[in-house]
Structure formats: structure tokens, C-alpha cells
């Protein structure tokens, strides 16, 4: 038989994609890759739900720390926000899923490698960029756009094979990972209606606000509160704490790979608050210059991930800059968390460059004399001044 390898949810598309490519002669072995959000009882009913469409196998590769150590984290170095808005949860997810199929597909000897993606999406380009690129000589199979197949015609195929299972197409689709959760549903099909208060997993319990301090060495989320855990621990535990208020619901509106505009929800506690206190405790320990240039360099990261570019160098490029502009991003960050929203209210760190000793904006200077204040405006001024004497520019 040729054996393959199937990047496997549990969801229809993968379903049909396993009885189908079974029943074609293929060896299937499905893989799911858990980047966050998985329960082990989860797991357990994937794994069930695979094996009674007949494949060969069914593995669940854990790759929550692979995500943070490969993605999440220059996601957070580069405080990066696609269109200023979301945090790259889902895009980001699959790059790693990829990556760790290639991986097990080639651990196996697979000549054959399948995903249920349909021709219309993004994932689709991600999942062949990177299995073209590390696998060349493994075919890529995919049925759902191949075929050009509806829902119906996907519950229609797997009936007429005897399997019997709910395909009731939930109101909200909903992907929970370690870097956010996606919500789609009718209203993120428009371009006008908000997503409604129960299409959030996460509903609001806490009505009142919560202090917490988060604790930031060379870039990465250490400790919160004072108690240390390793960064993904604490993002999960940050997120636990902080979706009790309802924070971090969005809706984000991008153009997709393919040309079109999408629109999704989602609700991203950790990632949010995260972000923007790492960037709090950045304005005050790095130099102007600092900023500026990761600026433009992390949209760029985050655009091409995004785009499914992971593979290309320049991404080692950018992330060995962003990675070297953390040697000093290390201190306390002050959240307040109220119902739907947080404040960042202060940071604390010895290589705060806001330092009272060289003078305070505003007030008083200390490191120059009045005299050396105006010669150098006075010098600042002389490349305007030459432009306005040679073009006499009018202003009026």
C-alpha cells in the first residue's frame, strides 16, 4: 500500500480526507499536531473518531513548547499585531503544525502526504509551501479542493460508507491554540455585524479589576506575580486569569494570500496583554533607534509568516536582530485588568533609560547647560535653514 500522511482535526474536511484516501488504497497515517488548546480527553476522541474511518494509525504530536520556541516568542519580541490589530494566532499555528508533519512524514518513509484543505483559504498555501520546500519529492494529496467538494457532498460520501457521525455544523467555528482563539460565524461573513457576547468561549466573570506584575528577562514572560514558570506555562496561566474579564475579544479584518479580504474574530487575553506590556518595558529600555528599525522589521516577520514565507532565510535574519535587541528588555510590567479591557500602569526595571540623573522631560536638565542646549538646536536647524535661504519656500 503507499503509505501517507494525513494532517488530521477531527473535523469533516480531515474526516472525509481519511475514509476517502482509505478507501483509494492509501496507508493513512493520521497526524494532529496540538500548538495549545487540547485536552487530553480531546486527543483521546480524535484518535477514536480516526480509527473507525479506517486509517492505519493515529499519532498526536505535542508542540506547544516547538510553537513558543520556533514562532510565539519573536511574536513577542517584534510586538507584532497583523494590521495593529491580531496576533497571529491561527496563521502562526499552522506553520509549526506543518512543519512537525514534514518531520514525522519523513520519520515514517511516507511517499505520500494529505491535508483537507479547500482552495479557497490561506492554510492551503501554507501547508504546501512548507511541505514543498522540505519535501519535495513527497506528493501532496488533497481531495476537499481537488474536487471542488460542499459540505454536503462530504456527509453525503461518508454516509454512503457507513459512517454515521454528527457533522452538525456548529453555529461558531471556534480554534483555540496557545496564542489565541479563532471565532467565524455568520457575522464575520459581512463587513458590519459585530460578533454577538456568546460566541466568545470565554464569557465575563470577574466585574471587578485585579492587579497583577509581570516579569519580563531579555524579552520572555518569566514569572507573574512573583511566582517563576516557564514562558508557555505562564502565557496559559496569564490567560486564565485574564479571559475571566473578557479581555482581548477583536475583530480582525486582513487581506488573505489570495487576494480576497478576510474578517475573523477572536479573543486573544495573553497574547494582547503580553504584547503590549513587553512593548511598554521596550519604550524604556531601548534607544529610539532600537525601536525604529524593529519596527518596520517585524511587520515584515509577521507579514511573512503570515504569507506562509517561514522557510525563507531572511526570517533567521530578522529573528537573530530581534532576538539581540532583548539583551536589556528585562524588568516589571504593572497590569490593571478590568471587564473588557486592561491598563498598563507602570514598569520598573535597572535599564530603564528614563533616568531621573540625566534630567526629566520637561523640567529640569541636568547633563547639559543652557548654552550647549541652544547651539545644538541651533545646529539641528542649519539643513532647513540652508533649504528655506536657497528655495525660499512660502509657508503662508
Not at 280 to 300: D, G, I, M, R
Request: net charge positive.
Amino acid at each position: 500500500m503507499k503509505k501517507l500522511v494525513l494532517a488530521y482535526s477531527g473535523g469533516l474536511d480531515t474526516s472525509y480526507c481519511a475514509k476517502f484516501l482509505s478507501e483509494e488504497g492509501y496507508e493513512v497515517h493520521a497526524v494532529s499536531v496540538n500548538t495549545g488548546g487540547f485536552s487530553k480527553d480531546e486527543i483521546k476522541n480524535i484518535e477514536k473518531k480516526a480509527l473507525q474511518l479506517g486509517v492505519s494509525s493515529y499519532i498526536s504530536i505535542d508542540a506547544v513548547k516547538s510553537f513558543y520556541d520556533k514562532v510565539v516568542k519573536y511574536l513577542i519580541f517584534g510586538n507584532i499585531l497583523k494590521n495593529n490589530t491580531y496576533p497571529l494566532s491561527v496563521s502562526a499555528e499552522r506553520i509549526v503544525q506543518a512543519l512537525e508533519i514534514i518531520i514525522y512524514a519523513k520519520k515514517i518513509g511516507a511517499k505520500y502526504i494529505a491535508h483537507g484543505s479547500t482552495g479557497a483559504g490561506n492554510d492551503q498555501v501554507r501547508f504546501d509551501m512548507i511541505f514543498q520546500v522540505l519535501a519535495p519529492n513527497i506528493k501532496i494529496i488533497t481531495p476537499i479542493r481537488d474536487l471542488k467538494l460542499s459540505r454536503q457532498d462530504e456527509i453525503e460520501y461518508l454516509k454512503s460508507k457507513g459512517v454515521d457521525m454528527s457533522w452538525q455544523k456548529a453555529k461558531y467555528s471556534i480554534n483555540k491554540g496557545l496564542w489565541g482563539t479563532s471565532v467565524g460565524g455568520a457575522e464575520t461573513l459581512t463587513s458590519h455585524l459585530p460578533l454577538p457576547e456568546e460566541a466568545y468561549p470565554s464569557q465575563l466573570k470577574n466585574n471587578g479589576s485585579q492587579k497583577i506584575k509581570l516579569s519580563f528577562e531579555k524579552g520572555e514572560l518569566v514569572a507573574i506575580d512573583g511566582k517563576n514558570d516557564s514562558p508557555v506555562n505562564n502565557i496559559e496561566k496569564l490567560n486564565a486569569i485574564a479571559s475571566q474579564f473578557a479581555i482581548g475579544r477583536d475583530i480582525h479584518v486582513g487581506d488573505t494570500i489570495i487576494g480576497i479580504k478576510g474578517r475573523v474574530g477572536f479573543e486573544a487575553a495573553a497574547p494582547l496583554i503580553i504584547i503590549k506590556s513587553h512593548h511598554t518595558l521596550e519604550k524604556h529600555v531601548l534607544t529610539k533607534w532600537q525601536q525604529q528599525h524593529k519596527e518596520y522589521l517585524a511587520n515584515w516577520y509577521g507579514m511573512l509568516l503570515h504569507e506562509g514565507q517561514y522557510l525563507d532565510e531572511v526570517m533567521r535574519n530578522i529573528e537573530a536582530f530581534l532576538e539581540d535587541s532583548q539583551k536589556h528588555v528585562s524588568g516589571d510590567v504593572y497590569v490593571t485588568l478590568h471587564p473588557y479591557r486592561f491598563t498598563i500602569d507602570g514598569i520598573q526595571s535597572k535599564h530603564d533609560l528614563m533616568n531621573a540623573s540625566f534630567g526629566s522631560y520637561g523640567e529640569m536638565n541636568k547633563g547639559w547647560t543652557a548654552t550647549e542646549a541652544k547651539g545644538f538646536i541651533k545646529i539641528l536647524s542649519n539643513s532647513a535653514k540652508i533649504h528655506q535661504a536657497v528655495n525660499k519656500v512660502n509657508y503662508d
